[in-house]
């Protein structure tokens, strides 16, 4: 079983949306991200949580906001959905603070009308 | 700001031997990672450098040079299934890591 899973894989949908993202992992990882990947662009981190009540902003926030469940759980919402965050989506995990290995969910293909 | 650079894209053939360069220039240095990412999937680790030097590991080698800014990883005796991206990630100051767009390697036969 995978250890970090995403759900939808794939979802279309259109302008004005509103859609969650879903992860869980089952790493007993403290610390949980959300990227989106463009061509070209490369990962870019949109919110990360360091533990159920620590959650911060990444570089590209706006648009998006975040869940944080319990320690295995962390959704992203986008409330009214826009073409241009059409995107991969990845969830990842890390255990420690100063070894920051990033464990990544198999992605969510996001497509926004 | 923070930046890192690696080639858009490299080809190669295959049986051959191929090196991916970072340079990187970053508010503080806690590590640097590589990362292979094939087409639309999920990146997985591949190396950690946090001192000078190579680091080793079966077909894969990685680099790094603290004082120039400078990683690259070295894959050896290429196979088909090594075609992917290849990404540069470095943990600054505050342990965060900031990535590189990577590098979309093509190995043809």
């Known amino acids: 079983d995978a250890d970090v899973t995403q759900t939808p894989r794939n979802r279309i949908t259109k302008t004005g949306k509103r859609i969650m993202l879903e992860c869980s992992q089952t790493?007993?990882?403290?610390?949980m991200y959300w990227y989106r990947q463009d061509p070209g662009l490369g990962l870019r981190l949109i919110y990360y949580s360091f533990d159920v009540k620590d959650i911060n902003k990444g570089e590209i926030s706006d648009g998006y906001s975040v869940s944080r469940q319990a320690q295995a759980k962390f959704s992203l919402s986008l409330e009214s959905a826009i073409p241009n965050q059409t995107a991969l989506y990845f969830c990842?995990?890390?255990?420690?603070?100063?070894?920051?290995?990033?464990?990544f969910g198999p992605g969510t293909r996001l497509t926004v009308l | 700001g923070q930046n890192i650079d690696q080639p858009t894209e490299m080809t190669a053939t295959e049986g051959a031997i191929v090196q991916i360069n970072c340079t990187y220039q970053t508010s503080g240095f806690n590590g640097l990672f590589w990362y292979q990412q094939h087409a639309g999937e999920a990146p997985t680790f591949l190396s950690y450098?946090?001192l000078d030097g190579l680091e080793e590991k079966g077909r894969f080698s990685s680099f790094l040079s603290r004082s120039k800014g400078y990683s690259y990883l070295l894959l050896k005796e290429l196979q088909m299934k090594d075609s992917a991206s290849y990404l540069c990630a470095v943990m600054d100051s505050n342990y965060q890591l900031i990535w590189g767009a990577g590098t979309k390697l093509i190995i043809k036969p």
């Open positions: 790493k007993g990882h403290d610390r």
């Open positions: 450098n946090v």
């Open positions: 990842a995990t890390s255990a420690t603070a100063d070894y920051n290995e990033q464990f």
